[in-house]
């Protein structure tokens, strides 16, 4: 049996219409959680970190000190020679890859205000960022949630 040209041509645009929208629909929600997580964000004291690719991972890096920085220098390091080394442009996070089709894990967080370095997780949902920072478990951590913000031009000096 065929069709007149005129009569299926109406249902074929509809359908390759149709198709568009379930590509980008698709594309839309298939975000990595790596794209999802990259771009700057500041912190509950006003930091600003930059989420960013290094190597086959992700690091984190400061890029702009808060207002009020309670520090300017990593003072708490452990290692006594890495005490004066700047705050900002600090590696804070490294080696983050997916975990799964919703976070980034496997990567370390160092926390400057104490010194203590933790194994943590990122989880990117919209315009808030989940980081969370353990102890050999994840019940044994604690979460801090992050605010998207558009990418600063200057920061660090």
């Known amino acids: 049996m065929t069709f007149p040209e005129k009569s299926i041509q109406p249902i074929v645009m509809k359908l390759s219409s149709l198709l568009a929208l379930l590509f980008v629909v698709t594309a839309a929600h298939a975000t990595s959680p790596v794209t999802a997580s990259l771009g700057d ?4 004291i006003g930091a ?3 989420i960013e690719p290094c190597g086959n991972a992700v690091c984190l890096r400061v890029v702009k000190l808060s207002p009020n920085p309670p520090q300017t220098v990593d003072v708490h390091n452990p290692d006594p020679r890495l005490r004066n080394r700047p705050a900002c442009n600090l590696v804070i996070g490294s080696g983050f890859t997916p975990a ?3 976070r980034l894990g496997g990567g370390h967080l160092y926390d400057p205000l104490s010194g203590h370095t933790y194994r943590g997780y990122i989880t990117p949902e919209g315009n808030q960022l989940k980081l969370r920072g353990y102890i050999l478990f994840t019940l ?11 990418t600063i031009q200057s920061g660090c000096h």
């Open 41 to 44: 964000w500041r912190t509950p």
């Open 48 to 50: 600003i970190v930059r």
């Open 100 to 102: 799964d089709d919703k």
């Open 140 to 150: 044994f951590g604690r979460t801090e949630t992050w605010q998207r913000i558009p």
